[in-house]
Nanobody, 123 residues
Framework: QVQLVESGGGLVQAGGSLRLSCVASGRTFSSAAMGWFRQAPGKEREFVAAISWSGGNTYYTDSVKGRFFISRDNAKNTVYLQMNSLKPEDTAVYYC????????????????WGQGTQVTVSS
């Protein structure tokens, strides 16, 4: 049984920053790629970022490159998403996800999901 628990969401003004955290349990966290997704009201869930098991490789969707940074601490079974220069269009529920492989390969490989944390960016 895999559990992913996100935290760190909230309300922030445009231009501000937030750091999301996701604590994993029930699986060998350090051997799996991890990722973040988001879903805005009325839209489909979209890929935001991913990180390989070692943290050596990271991937981002174009709209967040240079503003968001994914990292992980395997000793704490935690993956982070640092979000800077936030924009109103970043408003969404953000989900942590666990991949079935050590390295991120594709979106369908994410098999484990957290419950989500709300991020709201006001203009």
């Amino acid at each position: 049984q895999v559990q992913l628990v996100e935290s760190g969401g909230g309300l922030v003004q445009a231009g501000g920053s937030l750091r999301l955290s996701c604590v994993a349990s029930g699986r060998t966290f350090s051997s799996a790629a991890m990722g973040w997704f988001r879903q805005a009201p009325g839209k489909e869930r979209e890929f935001v970022a991913a990180i390989s098991w070692s943290g050596g490789n990271t991937y981002y969707t174009d709209s967040v490159k240079g503003r968001f940074f994914i990292s992980r601490d395997n000793a704490k079974n935690t993956v982070y998403l640092q979000m800077n220069s936030l924009k109103p269009e970043d408003t969404a529920v953000y989900y942590c996800a666990g991949h079935e492989a050590r390295n991120y390969q594709n979106v369908p490989g994410f098999k484990y999901w957290g419950q989500g944390t709300q991020v709201t960016v006001s203009s």
